[in-house]
C-alpha cells in the first residue's frame, strides 16, 4: 500500500503490531487495506521489540488502540492484560490486544484463522502432526483437539512438544517415528521456511505423498519449500494467507465492530 493512500488527521487512530522479528510482517499492509475498505480512520504501525512490556505501557499511554501480537510475545504478553478472553485463556497464548477505555483486553484470532484455513480439511480420526510447539501451536492444538483429531507434536526443544501435548492431549515424537507413521495432516508452525531460513523445511520430502493436507502457517513467502516438496509430491496444500487474512480481519471486528467479508482480496 501507498503511504499517500492514508489520510492521516487529528482523530487517525494508532494501531500497531509488534514482534521480534518483524520484517516478516504483513499485517501493516493488510490492515491498511481493511481499514480503507471499511471508511475507518486508522493507521497499523510496526513496533519492533524484545520488550512487549515496553509496548504495554505504551499502549496504555500514546494510547495504541489495537495491538497485533507476534511471535515471541503471544505467552508473554498476558501477564500484562487486564482481561483475557477465556478461549485465549484456555489456549494459553494472545495474539491481539484491543484498548477498551483504557483497559487491555486480550483475545487469540489466530483460531479464527486456523478454521478458515482448515475449513476444508477432514480432521475427525485423523493423524495430524504439528511441527513446532510455540506461540501458534497452541491454538492449532486446541482447534485439532475441539475438531477430534489425533495429534502428533514434533519440536526442535522436546521437552516443550511433551509439554504442549500434556496440556490438549496427543503424543511428542522423535524424528525417527517419522518414518512408516501414518500422517493425514502436516502442519508447519516453525519459521523453518520463512525469510531468512527460505530454503529450509521442517519436514523429510520422501515422507510426503499425495494423500496428505499440508498446511504451512508460513505466508511470507508464499509457497515455502515444504508447499513446493508437498505440491510435487501431489498432496493438498494450504499456505499461511486465508489465516493471516482471516485473523485480521476478526481483530479488525473486535476492534470496530465492523465485519468484511472473507472473500476480500487484499493487495499484498
Ligand atoms: P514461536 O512462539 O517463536 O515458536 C516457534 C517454534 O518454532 C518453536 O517451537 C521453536 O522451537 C521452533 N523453531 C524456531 N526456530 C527453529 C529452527 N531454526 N529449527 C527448528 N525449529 C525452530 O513462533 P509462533 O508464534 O508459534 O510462530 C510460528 C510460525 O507460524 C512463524 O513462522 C509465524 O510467522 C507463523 N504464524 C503465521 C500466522 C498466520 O496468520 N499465517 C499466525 C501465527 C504464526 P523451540 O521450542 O525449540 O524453540
Known amino acids: 500500500m501507498n503511504n499517500s493512500q492514508v489520510n492521516i488527521n487529528q482523530h487517525t487512530a494508532l494501531n500497531a503490531v509488534t514482534g521480534f522479528p518483524l520484517e516478516h510482517t504483513l499485517s501493516p499492509q493488510l490492515h491498511a487495506q481493511i481499514y480503507k475498505k471499511l471508511g475507518l480512520n486508522a493507521v497499523m504501525l510496526a513496533f519492533l521489540s524484545q520488550n512487549i512490556e515496553e509496548i504495554i505501557t505504551c499502549m496504555r499511554t500514546l494510547p495504541i488502540h489495537l495491538l ?87 519440536n526442535r526443544t522436546r521437552t516443550k512438544a511433551e509439554e504442549l501435548t500434556q496440556e490438549f492431549g496427543g503424543i511428542a515424537l522423535d524424528n525417527n517415528a517419522l518414518v512408516g507413521a501414518k500422517i493425514d495432516v502436516i502442519i508447519n508452525a516453525t519459521p523453518l521456511g520463512m525469510k531468512p531460513h527460505i530454503d529450509e523445511s521442517p519436514f523429510p520430502k520422501n515422507l510426503l505423498n499425495k494423500n496428505q493436507t499440508v498446511f504451512d502457517l508460513i505466508y511470507n513467502p508464499i509457497e515455502t519449500k515444504l508447499l513446493k516438496d508437498a505440491k510435487k509430491a501431489g498432496a493438498k496444500t494450504i499456505n499461511g494467507m486465508p489465516m493471516l487474512l482471516a485473523q485480521a480481519l476478526e481483530q479488525v471486528r473486535l476492534w470496530s465492530g465492523k465485519k468484511l467479508s472473507i472473500n476480500f482480496l487484499p493487495k499484498i
Open 68 to 154: 497485533a501480537v507476534t511471535l515471541p510475545h503471544k505467552q508473554t504478553v498476558m501477564k500484562f492484560l487486564d482481561r483475557i478472553d477465556p478461549v485465549a485463556k484456555k489456549i494459553g497464548a494472545v495474539n491481539t490486544v484491543i484498548n477498551r477505555n483504557g483497559k487491555l483486553h486480550g483475545y487469540n484470532t489466530d483460531i479464527v484463522g486456523i478454521a478458515h484455513a482448515l475449513k476444508n480439511t477432514q480432521l475427525k480420526g485423523k493423524n495430524v502432526l504439528i511441527i513446532g510447539a510455540g506461540g501458534a501451536a497452541r491454538p492449532l492444538c486446541w482447534f485439532l483437539k475441539k475438531s477430534g483429531a489425533k495429534i502428533f507434536c514434533l
